[in-house]
């Protein structure tokens, strides 16, 4: 099966723990990305990453930390930083050019 | 100057109607245009995609139109069913500065369509 996966599909965490959100895909792309959805405000660019071992922030970057050791992994940390972590999280890869995006089922965090 | 301007944020139709979304921008150097379609608890799908040199593309019931000069691109929805009942999001590409091949997306706000049997 070619296709994004991200585990898990719902987590539960206490404010301030930092909690990793995984994604992995195999469609041999370069790129990957990550969104956060809030109701209303459609898809905000979190990081992104076009090539292994480089990251680029998105525009709400503060409070998340990534790594891309491996082209077929991108995991996100969401950190006790982030002041408002509860979101539908959305992982995404594509190729390098950035044209066709496919995402994964995505995670729902909530922090209490 | 990246951004993309969606309307409306919701609508609804009758089914067999047309569901017109609206999509805004102002970056001449967006260069690809995505439509996606989103249900609840799910991640978003490409739906259907046009590049600035094409006026229109047609994809079964979904149409995208494309105006380069007013800086403006639709997604038309014909005879639209209950099962069309989900949120869409248009997006634009443009490259990285610099040069390079790479790039990325940048999302509208979304549409929340419901089509009423």
């Known amino acids: 099966d070619g296709g994004i996966t991200q585990s898990p599909k719902y987590l539960f965490r206490k404010e301030g723990q930092n909690v990793t959100l995984s994604c992995e895909q195999n469609l041999n792309h370069d790129a990957m990305y990550w969104y956060r959805q809030d109701p209303g405000q459609g898809l905000r660019l979190i990081y992104y990453s076009q090539i292994v071992n480089d990251f680029q922030k998105g525009d709400i970057a503060e409070g998340y930390s990534v790594s891309r050791e491996k082209k077929e992994s991108f995991p996100l940390t969401v950190t006790s930083a982030q002041k408002n972590p509860t979101a539908f999280y959305l992982c995404?890869?594509?190729?390098?050019?950035?044209?066709?995006?496919?995402f994964g089922p995505g995670t729902r965090l909530t922090v209490t | 100057q990246q951004q993309v301007k969606q309307s409306p944020q919701s609508l609804i139709v009758q089914k067999g109607g047309i569901s017109i979304i609206n999509c805004a921008y102002e970056?001449?150097?967006?260069?690809?245009f995505p439509w996606y379609q989103q249900f609840p608890g799910k991640g978003p799908a490409l739906l259907i995609a046009?590049?600035?040199?094409?006026s229109e593309k047609k994809e079964g019931r979904f149409t995208i139109s494309f105006n380069k000069s007013a800086k403006q691109f639709s997604l038309h929805i014909m005879d639209s069913q209950p099962g069309d009942s989900a949120t869409y999001f248009c997006?634009?590409?443009?490259?990285?500065?610099?040069?390079?091949?790479?790039?990325?997306?940048?999302f509208g706000q979304g549409t929340i369509l419901t089509v009423h049997p």
């Open positions: 046009i590049r600035p040199d094409v």
């Open positions: 970056n001449t150097a967006f260069d690809y």
């Open positions: 997006a634009a590409r443009a490259a990285n500065a610099g040069g390079t091949s790479y790039g990325k997306l940048t």
């Open positions: 995404a890869s594509s190729y390098a050019s950035g044209y066709e995006q496919y």
